[in-house]
C-alpha cells in the first residue's frame, strides 16, 4: 500500500514558477514509476509527466521545457518544477505511482494561472 501526498500548489501570475511535491508513504519507493497528471475543469485527467524506477523522464509535448520532473527515492518524493505558466496550465495537478497491477493516486494539489 502506498499513499501519496501533494503538496506546493496555490495562485501564480502568468509567467510565474511553482514546485509541486508528492511524498509517499509505504515501502519499495524506488521499485515505482511515478508521473504526474493534471485535470482542468470539465477535461480529462491527462499525463504531464513520467518518469520511471530507472529514471527515464517523459514529458507531454504541452510542458516540454517548461516543467522538470524529478524523483529522490531517499525521501521517498517526487517532485515537479512549473516554470512559465500559462491560463492553460490551470488545473489540479495529482501524483500517480505505478508498481505491476498496482496503481495509486494521491488527493491533488491545485494550480492557477491568473492575473
Known sequence: QVQLVE???GLVQPGGSLRLSCAASGSAFVLYDLAWYRQAPGK????VAGITSGGRIDYADSVKGRFTMSRD???NTVYLQVSRLEPEDTAVYYCNAKGGH???WGQGTQ???SS
Open 111 to 113: 494550480v492557477t494561472v
Open 102 to 104: 498496482l496503481s495509486y
Open 73 to 75: 527515492n531517499a525521501k
Open 7 to 9: 503538496s506546493g500548489g
Open 44 to 47: 480529462e485527467r491527462d499525463m
